[in-house]
Nanobody, 123 residues
Framework: VQLQASGGGLMQAGGSLRLSCAASGRTFSAYATGWFRQAPGKEREFVAG????????HYADSVTGRFTISRDNAKNTMYLQMNSLKSEDTAVYYC?????????????????WGQGTQVTVSS
């Protein structure tokens, strides 16, 4: 599976961005997928995860109520709608696919990764 993340950019605090993750290769719709982020000097952290059908979603406490994860299996694409952005949301955002366990929150449990897209929020 090849993953291509896009949609990042520079946004003022309080604004919105939508990230996309386009997948190619093996059957995307069979996998749970997720978004992670990594800020400079920090470890990669879980942002949101979604099961294969889109019916089960998980969020980090820091983004609950502001971010929404979704997917369109017909388009082999996953999305992350980010609203009410804060300066602490600044990071490189990575999409991941093929969760190998039930633990959405651990980066080690995803088999495939995209290249990342930079999100910068100015205060």
């Amino acid at each position: 599976v090849q993953l291509q993340a896009s949609g990042g950019g520079l946004m003022q605090a309080g604004g919105s961005l939508r990230l996309s993750c386009a997948a190619s290769g093996r059957t995307f719709s069979a996998y749970a997928t997720g978004w992670f982020r990594q800020a400079p000097g920090k470890e990669r952290e879980f942002v949101a995860g979604i099961n294969w059908s889109g019916g089960n979603k998980h969020y980090a406490d820091s983004v609950t109520g502001r971010f929404t994860i979704s997917r369109d299996n017909a388009k082999n694409t996953m999305y992350l709608q980010m609203n009410s952005l804060k300066s602490e949301d600044t990071a490189v955002y990575y999409c991941a696919a093929y969760l190998t366990s039930s633990n959405y929150y651990s980066a080690a449990h995803y088999k495939y990764w995209g290249q990342g897209t930079q999100v910068t929020v100015s205060s």
